[in-house]
């Protein structure tokens, strides 16, 4: 059921403008402002009874990029389309009827600059980072046989008004980082430490700004491959948890932090510093979010990386091996893709929720089996996709984004608890 209803016309007009001999339309969006996380409904109105027309999504990337994505549709009897009941013809680019269906399928336009052939080339949309802008824009457009007949423009939101942010550094705060807090005032919540994996620098930082809007106190850290000046490795080798903890410390301050229900998220190779913290230090962390995880610690990443361990304590490494979670105050949740291309991250989560927690309770997992390696965060955004060497998209992106919407809703419903 659509909530409140915005409607916008291009090219014919609105419906009771339109002459009876005119193509036209109307695009109707339930949340024309609204959180990145959140999903919307989108409904085509005004034209004439089992129209063909095309509707088409296009956003810009932080590097100025277009891209973009469009479907073919067929109006019912009395001229409307409902992207929440209705898949496109064919099944492109998306199989099951969605109205984020566009926007989770969105790929650079011609000429964008970005390479899309050749397996193993991972590309996803990256609009600017919330440090830069609180929202992007996504304009809907429907046309006929070429002609344009509508289109609207959608704000998705990284950042409600008042949540505040500021840039934590190695030289003023020994950590560098994104730091995102709610307003003042409100309701003490779980404040999160959300960090990425082998791709290195503050990739976290959508999350971490979607969280904070949530009312959680969130801090994404980057812990190597930060930049030029950062005073950070450009490697996962001899990482200390230590600068994890005291970056957990400077966000358990901050107001609105319980700092007792504190959690840890990690990705990829960052599940297994997350779950290292959790077992180490579990005084500091209680709860621990794993992405396509491992459930065991690997070598260092990275050129040069070699010869010592990925990850130490008080400057001694921390040895490869499994990984033990039985020191957990509170629970780790493992979240992973039954079709992880990248390691077995299924049988990892297997591994993590048969393991038992300080108290006794088991660790918990869930696993979405067509869903590949990018099942982290937040859902209705782009995940990282692949092209294959005849050009055609090969990756799990529509069971990645399937993964995404349950998965973080696990993880906002933990994180309450």
């Known amino acids: 059921m659509l909530a409140a209803t915005a409607a916008c016309s291009g090219g014919g007009g609105t ?108 590309f996803s949309y990256h609009p600017p980072s919330p440090a830069e802008k609180r929202s992007f824009e996504v ?3 429907v046309s006929k046989h070429g002609k344009r007949l509508a289109d609207r423009t959608v704000t998705r939101q990284w950042l409600t008004s008042k949540v505040r942010h500021r840039k934590l550094t190695v030289a003023k705060n020994r950590i560098d980082g994104e730091m995102y807090t709610p307003p003042k005032g409100e309701r003490r919540k779980a404040p999160v430490l959300v960090f990425g994996g082998s791709e290195g620098g503050n990739s976290g930082e959508y999350a971490a700004a979607l969280l904070a809007a949530r009312g959680h106190p969130a801090l994404s850290l980057c812990y190597f491959r930060c930049g030029k000046g950062s005073g950070r490795p450009d490697a996962i080798n001899m990482i200390d948890t230590a600068y994890f903890v005291r970056a957990a410390r400077v966000l358990g301050d901050e107001p609105g932090a319980d700092a007792k229900r504190l959690a840890v998220m990690g990705n990829s ?71 992880d291309k990248m390691w077995g991250s299924a049988e990892a989560a297997r591994v993590i929720a048969s393991q ?62």
């Open 15 to 122: 419906d009771d403008a339109a002459k009876p001999d005119e193509d036209h339309a109307a695009i109707h969006v339930d949340r024309p402002v609204a959180l990145a996380d959140q999903d919307m409904k989108v409904r085509i109105g005004g034209l004439r009874a089992r129209d063909r027309v095309r509707v088409a999504v296009h956003a810009v990337d932080q590097r100025s990029q277009p891209w973009s994505a469009h479907g073919d549709f067929s109006a019912d009897a009395h001229g409307r389309i409902d992207l929440d009941e209705q898949a496109p013809r064919g099944g492109r680019p998306y199989a099951k009827a969605d109205s984020t269906g566009l926007i989770s399928s969105m790929l650079p336009t011609a000429g964008s600059g970005v390479k899309m052939i050749g397996s193993g080339d991972a």
């Open 139 to 141: 304009r809907l457009t």
């Open 269 to 339: 190779r960052g599940s297994e510093i997350a779950q290292l913290l959790g077992q180490r230090h579990p005084r500091l962390f209680r709860d621990v979010i794993a992405y396509a995880p491992s459930a065991r610690i690997n070598g260092p990443y990275l050129a040069g990386a070699s010869g010592r361990a990925a990850w130490a304590e008080g400057g001694r490494p921390i040895p490869a091996g499994p990984i033990r979670l039985d020191n957990v105050r509170g629970t780790v949740l493992a979240i992973a893709g039954g079709n």
């Open 356 to 417: 038992k927690n300080a108290s006794g309770a088991s660790h918990r997992q869930v696993t979405y089996p067509k869903a590949g390696h990018h099942v982290n965060w937040f859902p209705y955004g782009q995940p990282g996709q692949e092209g294959g060497a005849d050009g055609q998209v090969v990756s799990t992106s529509g069971s990645d984004q399937a993964a995404r919407e349950d998965g973080w809703a696990r993880v906002l419903k933990l994180l309450e608890r």
